[in-house]
């Protein structure tokens, strides 16, 4: 069957049927979001004389839910012209409405029922063939299908999104007995490629595979924290980023996510696996039910394992809970020689055996709970999985791990780490062991580029599934790497398109990227056929790198700055007047030089989740890798003989006169960072490299031919610097720029406008370059601007002096 998905009917407007609503609607799909009708009106509607059968009183409770995951931040929706795509109803009224959707995900309360009774209703107008799901977290799939007929049963499974849907990347598939594998195939499919998911075929058991093992990491952790006696701030500080975490670590984390939640998940396992020999450490602590009984869960009831107030000077404090005593205290300051040991270790994965070595606490709770994690998991298959990868798969897309726990494991050393697990009472399950008996050493290895994984009934290497369509480049340095200096690589995709790689602290841009992304156009230009500038760090770029503009300017080497500022600029030119198409493959934060970089493109093959801006403004200069001329360039392509010209030129001077940045790829499409005929969004960031090498494919079979440098740029001179210059001013008035932003202003208008041109003239790109040089340089010798790097630089904090 040839299935599209036009249209989706989402039940229940909770906290996850409204962001589930919202995310399909960030792909384009029409979405109906029903909920139950009011029984009664509320205060403030009867306060209006409204009647319970009003339309906007029916639909009252879903708008609301609506209203509130909208202004929720961070939003759940790409850009406000997603929200024409979600249409709200009730299930009364509109219900029968279902019968014209592709697809129907029920995302009610966690009762089965109550679903059941949503499912009854369903199957009144549900069309035969129509794909039926349920979000649930861990009701049994199977159950909830008990008595539903045939095609309905065939076309339903269980697809458990993770909360908050547009940024969480775990989808866990669970089919039951019935369900048609090709139905299966499909959700495997769509999720990964059209809502950007980690799709991880589960199994129909209790908590399926992220929470059943996650759940189990944590509860484990929170015994361990008793019987180690440790504190909240230690736990984060050691199951933090050091650790390839997310910053809010453990304790953090469950206070954003709610105390609540993972009781609640944590009881259902305690009472649904009790042949699981974890069974007693899914029991909750003593002082975990004491904060569960005092209603402690976290942000949700302003308090938690940590708590905001303020101190006695009426600053903003934030507290920590003694587990003890069960009181709130100042935070304690965490110090640890194996942390301090892995600060110089860029490498997530190298850092592993320096934890699992740690002489002190840190390396305690490390082996203590990764031990028993490594026992944990292994125990888990086959039943969870049959595949250990979708275990890591799992584990890295729903609670943002940077490893899995097989991948762990390997990056201890598997043998060595069973060791250490015998020493503290742990067992690797049996087939481990056979595994390394057989002489394969590794859960996953890398064979021509390719990852493949341990398959444990034919007890041989396969390839991952799907990785055909991932280009991760990891797999292809030791091999493929043609280039390599501190802060970049080239790396040789194949099929004629190399990659420049950025490596460097936050993937800044110095000179040496610089060097790289020259030589790898070079190397194209005679043996290749294109480039795709891309990388599979955290973030894209965080910008240039202040650090070595603030030296230079501090010892006054005008100069090599200037010259430093002259390659930035030469370097952005190349990338648009090279004679092969080169891709930039931006994600993340691309901010400053990374996104310069993205505007000069033949291409930008971009993530869903690329928040790209130019900020040079907050560090207190402006953009002078290119950005200036740039947005000067693409408002003179805008202007309109029947329109005010300079409200087009007055657009693209806030967008860096602010620093706005967008909040996702389609927001930077209306900042105008973006151009509507070259750009293409990945849905799924794993697929990102390798669709930006098909895109470089692609422009070079199209018989790519190189640009012409602009020389009929049109730029307003004093028409607009009139405008620019009382904009300023009236800003700083009315205190709301202060002197040193007033400044930055005229030079940025100064060099948007063209300079102090008597009438408007068109003007070559270079001769903008050479006014935003001048202007950048200018402004790097005033030392509120200085005082502004240094406080990025030394503090990591913007400063507005």
């Keep these: ?163 908050p849907p547009r940024y969480l990347r775990l989808l866990e598939i669970i089919p039951t007995e019935k369900t048609d594998p090709s139905v299966v195939d499909f959700l495997m499919e769509f999720g990964d490629k059209f809502l950007g998911k980690t799709t991880v075929l589960c199994k129909d058991t209790p908590a399926f595979i992220a929470n059943r093992v996650g759940v189990y ?239 444990i009934p034919s007890k041989s290497y396969l390839p991952l599934p799907g990785s055909d369509s991932f280009i991760i480049l990891d797999n292809l340095r030791a091999k493929k790497t043609l280039y390599k200096n501190s802060g970049a690589s080239i790396i040789d995709l194949g099929d004629g398109i190399l990659n420049v790689e950025f490596h460097s602290k936050m993937n800044t841009i110095g000179g040496d990227t610089l060097t790289a992304i020259n030589k790898a156009i070079d190397m194209a230009e005679k043996d290749y056929r294109g480039v795709v500038i891309g990388n599979d760090g955290a973030n894209f770029s965080a910008g240039a790198n202040v650090g070595m503009i603030f030296m230079m300017a501090v010892e006054q080497e005008w100069d090599e700055l200037n010259m430093a500022i002259r390659m930035f600029q030469n370097t952005s030119m190349r990338i648009r007047y090279s004679s092969i198409p080169v891709v930039v493959a931006p994600h993340n934060l691309t901010l400053g030089g990374g996104c310069e970089f993205s505007l000069h493109a033949d291409h930008v093959q971009l993530s869903a989740e690329t928040y790209m801006g130019l900020v040079e403004f907050g560090v207190g200069v402006i953009p002078g890798g290119g950005g200036t001329k740039e947005f000067a360039l693409r408002a003179s392509d805008e202007f309109k003989e029947d329109q005010i010209v300079q409200n087009t030129l007055k657009e693209r001077f806030l967008t860096i006169g602010m620093a706005k940045v967008s909040t996702s790829a389609l927001e930077a499409l209306d900042l105008g960072y973006l151009q509507k005929d070259k750009f293409s969004i990945s849905m799924n960031r794993s697929r990102l490299i390798a669709d930006a090498k098909a895109k470089a494919i692609e422009l070079a079979d199209a018989g790519y031919i190189k640009p012409v440098q602009r020389k009929d740029i049109m730029v307003l001179g004093k028409q607009g610097l009139g405008i620019v210059y009382a904009g300023a001013n009236s800003m700083y008035s009315g205190n709301f720029i202060s002197e040193h932003d007033k400044k930055i202003s005229e030079k940025l208008g100064y060099v948007m406008c063209g300079g102090d041109l008597s009438s408007p003239t068109k003007v070559t790109e270079q001769y903008l370059l050479d006014l935003e040089r001048e202007a950048f340089l200018s402004l790097c010798g005033e030392r509120k601007t200085l005082e502004r790097i240094q406080s990025i630089v030394v503090k990591g904090k913007p400063l507005r002096n």
């Design 217 to 455: 990491s944590i509860m484990a952790l929170l015994h361990l924290v008793e019987k180690m006696d440790l504190t909240v701030e230690e736990v984060d500080k050691y199951t933090g980023p050091a650790l390839g975490r997310p910053k809010s670590a453990t304790f953090r984390t469950t206070d954003v996510v709610g105390l609540d939640t993972m009781i609640k998940v944590a009881k259902g396992l305690y009472e649904n696996c009790t042949e699981d020999k974890a069974h007693d450490l899914f029991k909750l602590p003593a002082y975990v039910s004491k904060m569960e009984e005092n209603n402690w869960l976290g942000d949700k009831t302003k308090q938690g394992f940590y708590k905001k107030t303020k101190n006695a000077e009426g600053k903003t404090e934030i507290l920590a809970l003694d587990l003890k005593t069960l009181e709130y205290r100042p935070q304690q300051k965490i110090k640890s020689a194996t942390l301090d040991l892995t600060k110089s270790i860029e490498s997530v994965k190298d850092r592993m055996k320096v934890f699992a070595a740690g002489k002190d606490r840190a390396g305690e709770l490390f082996r203590a709970s990764f031990f028993g994690l490594f026992e944990y998991v292994s125990d888990r298959i086959p039943e969870i999985s049959d595949e250990l990868y979708r275990i890591d798969d799992a584990m890295r897309a729903g609670f943002g791990w940077d490893l899995g726990p097989f991948e762990v494991w390997d990056a201890v050393g598997v043998e060595e780490a069973i060791k250490g697990m015998e020493a503290l009472g742990h067992q690797a399950a049996a087939w481990v062991k056979e595994m390394l008996s057989a002489g394969n050493t590794s859960f996953y290895k890398v064979e021509n580029g390719i990852k493949k994984y341990y398959d």
């Design 1 to 163: 069957m040839n299935r599209k998905i036009n249209k989706v009917a989402v039940l229940g407007s909770g906290i996850m049927g409204s962001r589930i609503a919202c995310h399909f609607a960030n792909i384009g799909v029409e979405v109906l979001l029903l909920d139950i009708a009011p029984k009664q009106l509320s205060a403030a509607e009867e306060a209006k004389g409204m009647r319970l059968d009003q339309p906007a009183v029916r639909n009252s409770i879903v708008n609301n839910a609506l209203n509130t995951a909208v202004k929720t931040s961070p939003s759940p929706i790409y850009n406000k012209k997603s929200l024409d795509k979600i249409t709200t109803g009730n299930f009364e009224d509109d219900m029968s409405k279902i019968s014209n959707y592709d697809w129907i995900i029920e995302v009610v309360v966690e009762n089965l029922e109550i679903k059941k009774k949503v499912f009854e209703q369903v199957e009144q107008y549900r069309k035969p063939g129509t794909l039926i799901t349920s979000n649930t977290s861990g009701i049994p799939i199977s159950k909830m299908a008990e008595g539903r007929s045939e095609d309905f049963v065939k076309h339903f499974c269980g697809t458990h999104f993770f909360n």
